[in-house]
């Protein structure tokens, strides 16, 4: 079945640094990925999608690029802010028609001063 | 404004006690699903939907029932609370290929006692 892998349960950075976070999928039919966003006490919101091989796609300072060979969609942003610090979470669907999404189980960023 | 609405935002229930959550959604999406999220960690699949009048059961199903009476609205019903089901819910929409596009409720906290 498909799969969303998302190796860092935790991530810590200080302020101004550069961030990846890693997410990696397997699934035999053509895939859509997504970037969600979870501030405490608040619900998952989008970030970015993409579905487009090898494209990069920006939106409030981060961008991931789709990466059909080797099965990526890694998310990145250049200098992290204090308000950066939340959930973010990795999610696929796919051509396949089962209507089920793959969540990946999450990555909690945290930003110190 | 298209939304995904829930009620109650907060509840608490006894053990052994029936539970309803709702979810109302205006994007006029085929789709519709049931997270559970415990505090600190991912989202996991309980029941989702892709057509009024049938459910399908997710990664976490036990003890969890669904209905889907009309596009808009889908349930969630717990016939017999357990302390174990003590979490945030999350109800979701989502259409297309693209259905892990998700929109997601502002959550229902539910303490059981």
């Known amino acids: 079945g498909d799969s969303v892998t998302q190796t860092e349960g935790l991530v810590t950075l200080t302020k101004g640094l550069p961030v990846m976070l890693n997410c990696t999928y397997q699934t035999t039919y053509s895939p859509f990925l997504f970037w969600y966003v979870q501030h405490l006490n608040e619900a998952p919101k989008l970030l970015l999608k993409?579905?487009?091989?090898?494209k990069r796609t920006e939106h409030q300072g981060f961008y991931a690029t789709l990466h059909k060979s080797s099965s990526s969609f890694h998310l990145q942003k250049s200098s992290v802010q204090l308000s950066d610090s939340a959930l973010y979470f990795c999610?696929?669907?796919?051509?396949?028609?089962?209507?089920?999404?793959?969540f990946g189980k999450g990555t909690s960023l945290v930003v110190h001063p | 404004e298209a939304a995904v609405t829930q009620s109650p935002r907060s509840k608490v229930a006894v053990t052994g006690g029936k539970v309803t959550l709702s979810c109302h959604q205006t994007?006029?999406?085929?789709?519709m699903y049931w997270y559970r999220q415990d505090t600190g960690h991912g989202l996991r699949l309980i029941h989702y939907s892709y057509v009024a009048d049938s459910t399908e059961k997710g990664d976490i199903p036990d003890g969890y029932k669904a209905s889907r009476p009309s596009q808009e609205n889908f349930s969630l019903i717990l016939e017999l609370a357990s302390l174990s089901q003590t979490a945030v819910y999350f109800c979701?929409?989502?259409?297309?290929?693209?259905?892990?596009?998700?929109?997601f409720g502002p959550g229902t906290r539910l303490t059981v006692l």
């Open positions: 994007n006029n999406h085929d789709y």
């Open positions: 993409s579905s487009t091989d090898n």
């Open positions: 999610a696929l669907s796919t051509s396949g028609g089962n209507y089920k999404p793959t």
């Open positions: 979701a929409s989502g259409t297309g290929v693209n259905y892990a596009e998700q929109f």
